[in-house]
């Protein structure tokens, strides 16, 4: 899971979508479990949680989670941030490479006053393709 991990990843830093609505390189803006101090925004957090099958052997399905922060409570930046990672991360340019992803769920999360805090949940699977390739 950790080649699809840095794969979502590499994904969310390297859309011109998503780069389009940062002022620095949206890696720059982005950190893992929780923003360093005097982070500046709008920035991206990211985390996940694994094994989340009753057998903790198998690891082939994690929860993915992005939570956007934008600041001055500029609720249609913070929408455009979120769609444009939802794009990059379309189910349909993963499949190939035998990643499964789902929304689960978008909330906004009411926070500090006057920033914006969009939280969204993704189901990860990843499936062996090599299975099916001399059919």
Do not use: C
């Amino acid at each position: 899971m950790i080649n699809v991990l840095s794969k979502l990843n590499e994904l969310i830093t390297t859309d011109e979508h998503v780069q389009s609505h940062f002022d620095v390189p949206v890696a720059e803006r982005i950190a893992f479990g929780a923003a360093p101090e005097a982070f500046a925004m709008p920035y991206i957090i990211l985390g996940t949680q694994s094994n989340v099958q009753e057998d903790p052997g198998i690891n082939d399905r994690m929860i993915y989670h992005v939570d956007v922060y934008v600041d001055r409570g500029d609720i249609v930046l913070a929408d455009w941030i979120v769609k444009s990672i939802e794009k990059a991360l379309h189910f349909k340019r993963l499949q190939a490479i035998g990643i499964g992803i789902f929304r689960e769920s978008k909330v906004v999360i009411p926070d500090n006053p006057g920033i914006v805090h969009i939280h969204m949940k993704f189901l990860v699977r990843h499936f062996r393709t090599d299975l099916f390739s001399h059919i």
